[in-house]
């Protein structure tokens, strides 16, 4: 936030349909794992978030990061972690430049595997980033021993922003305690100057929501980077 410039984007999956329009992803993700086919639907999404990663490399970009949400059925399926580190080493990536976000539910219970594939992850350069903060049950020690690179403070909590009462906004507290653990912050769902003041003042490291942008696709997002100023 110190240098208002972009930083990074984050890949999102988006079902258009001729008969329903566009679809959640809370809806057809859930679908996705309930028949078994979230494995070849993560990797379409990984695919394509990595050459577009690519695209702005070759575009001079390359310093911008890309950072994926993974289900766990696909994160804990046998050999994830070696298939998306051949992929990066396929493109020519830097991988200090892709992270995979895990909701925060997934780091809630203490599972060998999941440390074991983090760990591999995280020493190829990948970056693990625990997504949705605040909204299950997991802990800033079990972020810290999972050593997670980034939180992302859920909307809820930047929401609370402007209909909370000063003292009783906790999401500064959030931003402290997790720098003491050495995460770095993300606040996601950010919509107001309001909201932007308040995080800007309590140190938050990066922000994201429709005050920068609405969710792009490929080609708009590539023009957005280009005339980018904030």
Not at 20 to 34: H, R
Not at 38 to 51: E, K, M, R
Not at 96 to 124: M, P, Q, R, W, Y
Request: net charge negative.
């Amino acid at each position: 936030m110190s240098t208002n410039k972009l930083c990074g984007f984050e890949a999102l999956a988006r079902l258009r349909s001729e008969k329903y329009g566009l679809i959640s992803p809370t809806e057809f993700i859930t679908i996705a794992e309930k028949n078994n086919v979230i494995v070849p639907l993560g990797g379409i999404i990984i695919f394509q978030a990595l050459h577009f990663l690519k695209k702005l490399n070759e575009k001079g970009h390359e310093n911008i990061t890309v950072t994926i949400n993974i289900s766990m059925l696909q994160f804990l399926n046998a050999g994830f972690a070696e298939r998306f580190i051949s992929r990066i080493k396929e493109l020519n990536l830097n991988p200090e430049n892709v992270g995979i976000e895990l909701t925060e539910s997934a780091f809630a219970v203490e599972n060998e595997e999941i440390n074991n594939i983090v760990d591999s992850l995280k020493a190829a350069g990948i970056k693990i980033l625990i997504d949705d903060f605040g909204t299950g049950y997991s802990s800033f020690a079990r972020g810290s021993e999972l050593n997670a690179d980034c939180i992302k403070i859920d909307k809820s909590f930047i929401d609370k922003i402007q209909s909370a009462k000063p003292q009783k906004t906790i999401t500064g507290d959030i931003i402290s305690m997790a720098h003491k653990m050495g995460h770095f912050v993300v606040a996601e769902g950010v919509e107001q100057e309001q909201q932007l003041s308040y995080l800007r003042n309590h140190g938050c490291d990066w922000i994201q929501g429709y005050l920068i942008s609405e969710p792009l696709d490929e080609k708009d997002a590539l023009e957005f980077l280009n005339k980018y100023c904030f």
